[in-house]
């Protein structure tokens, strides 16, 4: 067992440039935990707040009068820190030490044990023996709340290698397509500026449907066929677009306008003709009762919610009850502590929803989401293709594929 001896923190920067939180957790005297806090652009409404006030100094100063609490506890006892941290703030969304604080120190905890027991993370959080690798879903296009004026109005389309056998080929896929996708953007427009969103994924001046083909045409360009080898994906974010007033979606940027039902028209068509096996966020994030419409009408695509869970417990059991969505997104940060988060996975398996470990558009470089989502039994791995804070996550699954410990691909 090791004991965590100290506790320390700092400012620094996410991937957008903006301030947050790293957390360093020391155990036994030498072994290091450090995790530094993500932030999304595209926040639902229930997530734990990231910092008090809008402060990290806010977080800072908390952790540093209430550092001792923490010494001596076993730093693998997620438990014990996730209460201990409870003491400090009770509230439903962390709005007194911020989310970004329990995140940052609770998994920097259990780094910290994973270098002291010399036991790999995803070990660490599953005693299981039979972890395998979930499919990286990465984001090849990217307009909304990620990109500039122009772009699609959806948020996020999606690549994910379903037919690979092993997570390098699928890693490889991804890249290959996210490639061709830039070529065919830039002989379609010859001024394309190679510009990308906060995610990496390209952000050409298309509409919706000109985007999707163009990530159609950049698979079957490859000799794929779409719900094969490969297929595509769409993160709708539809909060985005709801105006509660008008009770309405506003595409601005496509120019159209859709009530509930033209919405799920909207989606459906989409999850049809691009054969989707993914669509996250179709509509916005207190409509439970059109998610289960779309649920029961596409019962082999990952019907997800991400806004409309926020990875917590009891909204995925009101879900669950209403047969709302079929894969659940996993985002620690939006729960708060990792040991939240993994209360949260523990519901969504024993209720056969598939689970997406997220990365958040503002990002570290750190990969220990790609742990989380192995031990958590992810189907997919939603981490982006390219840019350092993006590729560092799937590189430490290329690195995980030399254990003997993993072994191939999830079933999707
Ligand atoms: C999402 C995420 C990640 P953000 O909506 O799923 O892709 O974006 O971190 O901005 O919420
Ligand atoms: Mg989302």
């Not at 652009?41 to 908390?62: C, R, W």
Request: net charge neutral; with cysteine; proline share 3%.
């Amino acid at each position: 067992m090791a004991r965590i001896t100290s506790i320390k923190g700092r400012i620094l920067y996410n991937s957008r440039g903006s301030k947050t939180i790293e957390i360093d957790v020391i155990s036994d005297n030498k072994y290091l935990g450090r995790v530094c806090s993500p932030s999304g652009a595209s926040v639902g409404k229930h997530e734990a707040i990231s910092f008090p006030q809008n402060k990290p100094e806010k977080s800072l100063e908390l952790l540093k009068n209430n550092e001792k609490k923490f010494h001596n506890l076993d730093s693998s006892d997620l438990k014990s820190i996730h209460d201990t941290l409870r003491e400090m703030d009770s509230t439903p969304n962390y709005s007194k030490i911020g989310g970004s604080l329990a995140f940052a120190l609770t998994i920097a905890a259990v780094d910290s044990a994973s270098k002291a027991l010399d036991i790999p993370l995803f070990k660490l959080l599953s005693k299981k023996t039979d972890h395998r690798f979930p499919f990286p879903l990465g984001n090849i296009l990217g307009g909304g709340a990620h990109a500039g004026p122009g772009t699609p109005d959806i948020q996020e389309i999606l690549i994910c290698s379903t037919g690979s056998k092993t997570i390098r080929d699928a890693i490889e896929t991804n890249l290959e397509v996210h490639k061709e996708l830039g070529k065919i953007l830039i002989k379609k427009d010859p001024t394309f500026t190679n510009g990308r969103g906060d995610e990496g994924g390209w952000a050409p001046k298309l509409k919706n449907d000109q985007a999707l083909e163009v990530a159609a045409k950049a698979c079957e360009e490859l000799g794929f066929t779409l719900g094969k080898e490969v297929s595509l994906g769409v993160d709708f974010a539809s909060s985005t677009q709801w105006n509660e007033k008008k009770k309405k979606y506003i595409y601005d940027r496509a120019g159209f306008e859709n009530t509930p039902q033209e919405q799920i028209d909207f989606a459906s068509e989409i999850i049809k003709k691009y054969k989707l096996v993914y669509a996250e966020d179709a509509v916005h994030e207190e409509a439970f009762e059109e998610m289960s419409a779309l649920t029961k009408k596409f019962p082999h695509v990952l019907i997800t919610g991400d806004d409309l869970l926020v990875t917590n417990t009891k909204i995925l059991k009101k879900a669950v009850k209403l047969k709302a969505c079929n894969g659940a997104i996993l985002k620690v940060n939006q729960a708060g502590s990792l040991y939240d988060a993994l209360e949260f996975a523990r519901e969504a398996n024993t209720n056969k929803i598939g689970i997406i470990t997220s990365h958040r558009s503002g990002e570290s470089t750190d990969a220990h989401i790609s742990h989380i989502g192995i031990a958590t039994k992810s189907k997919m791995l939603k981490v982006g293709v390219v840019g350092g804070e993006r590729i560092a996550k799937l590189n430490e699954l290329v690195r995980l594929a030399e254990y003997d410990l993993i072994r191939g691909m999830v079933e999707i």
